[in-house]
């Protein structure tokens, strides 16, 4: 069983910063492809981010992209999303994912494994 655990969550000022964490126990880590997801009030979640397994590649959607920073370390078990000059249309709850198969993907169904999300929220 494989299970993933957020953390970094709160509220911050527009222009803040916010580090995302989620550590993945289960199995082995290293094989997965990583993701953020999130989801704003109303809306439908959203990729937002994903890590090859070996951190080599990258992949943002044009929302974020220049402001936020996936990565990983694979001996930690752990994936961060560094969010910088945060907007208020960035407040949703945040997802961490992992992808089990080759690839990766920026729909929901792409994924196998999800976290129970936290909360962002950025006031204007």
């Known amino acids: 069983q494989v299970q993933l655990v957020e953390s970094g969550g709160g509220l911050v000022q527009a222009g803040g910063s916010l580090r995302l964490s989620c550590a993945v126990s289960g199995r082995t880590f290293s094989w997965y492809t990583m993701g953020w997801f999130r989801r704003a009030p109303g809306k439908e979640r959203e990729f937002a981010a994903a890590i090859s397994w070996s951190a080599g590649s990258t992949y943002y959607a044009e929302s974020v992209k220049g402001r936020f920073t996936i990565s990983r370390d694979n001996a930690k078990n752990t994936v961060y999303l560094q969010m910088n000059s945060l907007k208020p249309e960035d407040t949703a709850v945040y997802y961490c994912?992992?992808?089990?198969?080759?690839?990766?993907?920026?729909?929901?169904?792409?994924?196998?494994?999800w976290g129970q999300g936290t909360q962002v929220t950025v006031s204007s």
């Open positions: 994912a992992a992808r089990r198969r080759p690839g990766y993907g920026r729909t929901a169904v792409d994924y196998d494994y």
